[in-house]
């Protein structure tokens, strides 16, 4: 059960990384209202929220927060980069809690609770991107984004 768990966690990495990777350069600054943050800020914002809930509920991890949890960094690149490594992050803080029998410090009954809640919470942030970009007039069509997440999700083949 915890595999498929896991797996789940990694599958929902790999979707908002393809999701990164699909938004054209020039629809990174998109915002679904002047005061929302931006496409760019929404994909290093959900990076931060990953570190504080490690840093806090996992401290033995040594979680160093970035300064600005809204900062996109470097570009696209290094968006996918700080993903793909807070992802690595959580993964083991919650492999490394039921193998020791361990619940989490701070939040969670459970740390099959606090991914659960970072999958929602990346599910509703995903759904923000969408609708900006669809605002922004420049949405991503079923035809491109279904093979980049909902296949990922439903393939029998490990998310392949």
């Known amino acids: 059960m915890i595999d498929a768990l896991l797996d789940s966690w ?10 990164l990777g699909a938004i054209p350069d020039a629809a990174m600054e ?5 005061d929302s943050p931006t496409v760019a800020q929404l ?16 401290p033995e991890i040594g979680v160093e927060l970035p300064a ?12 996918a980069e700080m993903l793909n490594d807070s992802a690595r ?14 619940g989490m410090d ?10 659960q809640h970072m999958i929602w919470h ?20 079923n035809a491109v984004a279904g093979p980049l997440t909902w296949r990922i999700w439903m393939n029998k083949a490990r998310g392949a």
């Open 30 to 34: 998109a915002r679904a209202t002047a």
């Open 122 to 141: 990346e599910g509703y942030h995903q759904g923000q991107i969408k609708l900006a970009l669809k605002l922004a007039g420049r949405p991503i069509p």
């Open 10 to 19: 990694d599958r929902n990495n790999r979707i908002l990384v393809n999701l």
């Open 68 to 79: 600005d949890e809204w900062s996109a960094g470097d570009g696209r690149s290094r968006l």
């Open 106 to 115: 701070v939040h969670y009954d459970h740390p099959v609770l606090f991914l």
């Open 89 to 102: 992050l959580v993964r083991n803080a919650v492999a490394g809690r039921i193998a020791a029998g361990r």
């Open 43 to 58: 994909f290093a914002h959900v990076n931060y929220v990953r570190l504080v809930f490690v840093a806090e509920d996992v």
